[in-house]
């Protein structure tokens, strides 16, 4: 199903950048916050929060929701109420789609264990952004243009759906290069558990339905791609 | 006219470029440790003091062949007296003494005093003259002008000269001389008891017919071997008055050895901070290439765990030496300076166009890394800079810095929540791919001539078919990038190809690349 509405629990400069990139994609974003002094800097900035307590029994979540269409951003300011938030929130709903931010590997692993669906390790990723544009300037820049441009490159995963053209093929009986100009660069295999691999891996996956493949290239190639696809 | 004849000399040799090129390089030769062709001149002179003090030893008992000794006694005494007059000359500038005197004389309408001038430039001269090391290179010269048997031992003052080449017994000299105010209170105070105990043993043995102690200088061989606790027992105390006196000698005895013990010691102690110090600089200015890091958090451990997969090393300043310690814990080469300081490039003789591949300022404040910033760029216009961002709003600050490449987290955090809430297994591919932890990589390619050739042969090959994903290639010369390349894509020298693999099977890529290319 699709995700239609967001949550975002703290107010701070992560939740700032979070919400100012994805207000065109959901319907509807909701702001929590955990005191009056972030209720008041929403406020400055013209936003309206609503006040949350981690105690809650989150009846309201589920009033207001309907969780299987609600994505939910944990960024409150320190790691500990994150992972409490995460596990709060999980123990709660099970279909919630929970993105955590986390400081440190550590942490993320906490993250995870907490029933995070993603988790953005943020020192992690800052430093692997850093490192690769000193050691590998043009993947970094390619990368930036595939992830955050709008126009040319991009990367799109496709779920195949039962009336693909594709189910009941293997990987290697489509040329992506040449018949798509595109590249495909991950595979998640339902028929394995829903495992992550990268295509260059040298396996020769059976492609089945609701398996999600993960292709580069231009856009307007990657939708007509997910057009013919769909079968 | 004499006068006028030596101040047109002076600003002659001022201006003459061949000269001060090579009184230049002969300072570095002598003077400059981080002079590269020192090292080769001192291990030169170490080799040749070694030479003269065998040729010596082997002179006791052999007859050394006319070749061998004219070679010891001239052609190295010829070399130290060259190197002797060598550091003579580079000591001091004469012609900017007489050039300084001159203009000091005009400026007071006064007629130019030449003596006054040389008198200057030889009390410099002197200052070089009467140090100890030059007075041991002098020492080292002696068997030059005297064949006599007696000053053979003369040589042994060579060995002395290895103090100037080698680098730890300088330091050692360094650490000893701090206590130099200890050392004299205790070689004078041994001096006295040796003195007393000397004039006592011989007042109370010498008459005695059974005791060895005959001279007073009997007496003082017998002091000085009793109070450094040596006691050969060739010459002993038979009267019970002189056995008081070697029992008080005993004890002194032991109270010098002690002391000097202790002051080594400290000596030591106390250095050990500055020892460790001298060698961390050591260290930084020994490496070729090298990334700087300004700051030592959380942040810059996990840039450095990324770079330090690469072959370049890492050198961090930290000035808070908590954080200091935790870098060094970490087994990194860290040095508690300040990176916003000038004096910190200069007193470690940091190059910045040559040794420093890239400076990142992770510190934790803006403020602090726009003050760096503007440092370095002070010093150096083109060396790159990247730089963490804490707050968004203070962007062009560090753009104005001349900060090359600036990194907000927050951002990078929003545009990843973008891509993760409409493609999640795309964020985890990217997200898998930069860090790195699975056995799958984004690497780069730099074509070299000869490669565009076979590059796309080699890739159809099975061991690569595949295996090995060309996401496109980076034209250098026109800056775009071409995806999904084709096999008919045309290369230049430079350009560079992005792939995905293993990266065992990139580097095995890379081998052939270059074997069939060469090939």
């Known amino acids: 199903m699709k995700r239609t509405h967001a949550a975002i629990f703290g107010y701070n400069e992560y939740s700032k950048q979070i919400l100012k990139q994805i207000i065109n994609i959901y319907r509807e974003i909701t702001l929590f916050v955990a005191n009056s002094e972030e209720m008041n800097a929403a406020a400055n900035d013209g936003l309206s929060a609503e006040l949350f307590d981690l105690g809650d029994d989150w009846g309201t979540i589920e009033k207001r929701f309907d969780v299987r269409t609600l994505s939910v951003f944990c960024a409150l300011g320190n790691d500990a109420e994150n992972v409490f938030l995460t596990i709060s929130l999980r123990s709660s709903f099970e279909s919630v789609f929970i993105i955590a931010l986390a400081q440190n590997h550590e942490s993320m692993l906490k993250m995870k264990s907490a029933g995070a669906d993603k988790v953005m390790p943020v020192l992690q990723i800052a430093a692997n952004v850093i490192g690769d544009m000193i050691t590998k300037p043009n993947v970094t820049h390619v990368l930036h243009d595939i992830l955050y441009e709008d126009e040319g490159l991009g990367v799109m995963e496709v779920k195949i759906e039962h009336t693909s053209p594709l189910v009941g093929t293997y990987l290697y009986d489509t040329d992506f290069n040449t018949q798509f100009d595109l590249i495909l660069l991950a595979m998640v295999d339902h028929e394995r558990e829903n495992s992550f691999s990268f295509a260059v891996e040298g396996h020769n996956h059976h492609i089945d339905a609701d398996d999600v493949l993960v292709l580069m290239g231009d856009k307007q190639k990657l939708a007509l791609f997910k057009q013919w696809a769909r079968g | ?519």
């Open chain 2, 1 to 519: 006219m004499l006068g006028k004849w030596v101040v047109d000399a002076s600003y002659f040799l001022q201006a003459s470029h061949p000269y001060r090129k090579v009184k230049n390089s002969v300072y570095n030769l002598l003077e400059n440790n981080h002079y590269h062709y020192k090292k080769i001149f001192d291990f030169f002179m170490i080799v040749l003091i070694f030479l003269s003090v065998f040729i010596l030893i082997r002179q006791v008992k052999h007859e050394l062949s006319y070749e061998w000794i004219f070679f010891n006694t001239y052609v190295i005494s010829f070399i130290f007296l060259t190197e002797y007059l060598m550091r003579l000359w580079v000591h001091s500038d004469t012609s900017k003494v007489v050039i300084e005197q001159y203009e000091h004389d005009l400026f007071l309408h006064r007629p130019f005093s030449l003596s006054k001038a040389l008198n200057q430039a030889l009390l410099k001269k002197f200052e070089f003259i009467r140090s100890p090391a030059a007075i041991i290179d002098l020492l080292a010269i002696l068997p030059f002008f005297h064949e006599l048997r007696m000053l053979r031992v003369f040589i042994l003052f060579r060995v002395l000269k290895l103090f100037r080449y080698a680098k730890s017994l300088r330091r050692l000299l360094s650490i000893l001389s701090s206590k130099k105010f200890e050392f004299i209170t205790l070689i004078v105070f041994t001096a006295i008891v040796i003195f007393i105990a000397s004039v006592l043993i011989y007042v109370m043995e010498a008459n005695n017919p059974d005791s060895p102690v005959n001279t007073l200088f009997d007496a003082l061989y017998w002091s000085v071997v009793t109070i450094f606790t040596v006691g050969y027992g060739d010459i002993i105390p038979v009267t019970s008055e002189g056995r008081v006196v070697a029992m008080v000698v005993i004890m002194l005895g032991i109270a010098v050895i002690s002391f000097a013990t202790s002051i080594v010691v400290s000596a030591f102690t106390e250095k050990l901070d500055e020892i460790k110090e001298d060698k961390l600089i050591d260290d930084v200015s020994r490496l070729k290439r090298f990334y700087l890091i300004c700051g030592f958090s959380i942040l810059s451990l996990e840039v450095i765990k990324k770079l330090h997969k690469g072959s370049i090393p890492i050198v961090i300043f930290e000035k808070d030496p908590i954080l200091l310690a935790q870098a060094r814990s970490h087994g990194f080469l860290a040095l508690e300076y300040d990176s916003a300081s000038m004096e910190t490039y200069t007193h470690l003789k940091i190059n910045f166009t040559h040794q420093i591949e890239a400076i990142l300022l992770l510190q934790e404040s803006d403020v602090a890394n726009v003050f760096t910033a503007l440092t370095i760029r002070e010093m150096n216009k083109h060396v790159p800079l990247y730089a963490i961002l804490h707050n968004i709003e203070h962007r062009r600050k560090l753009q104005m810095a001349g900060i090359d490449v600036i990194i907000n987290p927050q951002e990078l955090i929003g545009l990843l929540g973008k891509i993760l809430s409409t493609q999640p297994v795309a964020f985890e591919a990217i997200h898998t791919l930069r860090s790195e932890h699975t056995s799958t990589v984004i690497d780069e390619i730099v074509v070299k001539k000869g490669m565009e050739k076979v590059f796309f042969d080699l890739l159809q090959e099975p061991l690569f078919l595949r295996r090995l994903s060309v996401l496109g290639i980076f034209h250098e010369s026109e800056k775009d990038f071409r995806f999904n390349p084709r096999h008919s894509e045309t290369f230049r020298e430079g350009d560079v190809a992005i792939v995905l693999a293993n990266p065992v099977l990139i580097s095995e890529f890379k081998t052939k690349l270059h074997r069939r290319s060469v090939g």
